[in-house]
């Protein structure tokens, strides 16, 4: 019989689906039926959550709704096409202009989602025979994005600027391109910002940074990461950011050199052949450009509740990373010490997320506390009286 032996795809991957179970590291979706600034209703639940990235609070705010629905009701909801054919709305290049102004670069141009923003750059700019140098803790989609390009990948160990140099020294003549994240994901650490753009700048290699979890959050006026650093476009010419965390909205964008988005927009496949964000979203968007720029007391606000959060648990020894950032790790080693302590959490109304390999080395299972300026003192001293209730695992540091 012809073809007996080929193996089924979709059977394979319910194997691995079983596997997965079976290792106790199965990923469950929950329904949420109604948000509420913090909290969160599921099922018959109340929960505070810990998890959003909507880190100024902006994603309810009454000036992106008003501004999402007047644009909507003018120009309806879907952008009907891809940028390049009738996509392309005054809502996006009005929003295109303040994002450039506002991170300090000569133009920027929106990707439907942060994902796609990452894939397309690198793909646009690498080819086989470059190299691409990266942080081992970069978002997945930079990792994808390198594999997409069909350049070589180069990981070098966390935050090591040394080792990063030696990757770009063993290969002096080729093209290379060094990404990484400003604030990491899951850590919430900074990048080396400084010496990487120096190395760069001495090795010729192109500096791209990618501040999802920065821009909004850090740097004068929220303008991010580079910003807080004292960079600019010369020295890292190519910054990603995106819409859907502090701006609390959805989409991506890149900014730099003229000469960066006309190439982009040439030849960056998933910015080009994708229906382009609804305009009214950019609308709304465009609003929580301006409110994160004017309302300095959101990151005032989320700053003093990081140092309330962070000198609670160091009271309680707790096992912090040294993060600055909205992101507040508890590591806690294990996968099932980390879901067990989500799980007591959850029983006591309030929702962290367990993040587990692969999202994160196996043997570094964390609690992934997010903080917002949506959350108040009172919440954060709940979050720390349940966490003391927990008896983690003292902190190693
Ligand atoms: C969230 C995130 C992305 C992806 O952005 P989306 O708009 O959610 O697709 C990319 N990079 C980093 C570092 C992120 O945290």
Sequence with gaps: MAAALRPDLIERLAVQTAERENAKLLRRLRTIDHVDGPWLETGNQRLLSFCSNDYLGLAQHPQLIAALTRAARSEGVGSTSAHLICGHRTEHAELEEALAVWTGRERALLFSTGYMANLGVLQALLTR?????????????????????????????????????????????????????????????????????????????TFMVDDAHGLGVLGTNGAGSISAANLGQHEVPLLMATLGKALGCMGAFVAGPAALIEGLIQFARPYIYTTAMPPALAAAALEAVQLAQAEAWRREKLTALIARFRSGAMELDLPLLTSASAIQPLLLGSADAALAAAQALEGQGLLVSAIRPPTVPAGQARLRITLSAAHEEAHVDHLLAALETLRLPPSST
Excluded at 188 to 193: F, H, K, Q, S, T
Aim: charged share 25%; glycine share 6%.
């Design 129 to 205: 025979g470059d190299i691409c140098v990266q942080d081992k803790l970069n978002h997945a989609c930079l990792l994808d994005g390198a594999k997409l390009s069909g350049a070589e990948l180069k990981r070098y160990p966390h935050a090591d600027v040394a080792a990063a140099a030696r990757q770009l020294a063993a290969s002096p003549d080729t093209a290379a391109l060094l990404a990484t994240d400003g604030v990491f994901s899951m850590d919430g650490d900074v990048a080396p910002l400084h010496e990487l753009a120096a190395l760069c700048n001495r090795e010729r290699a």
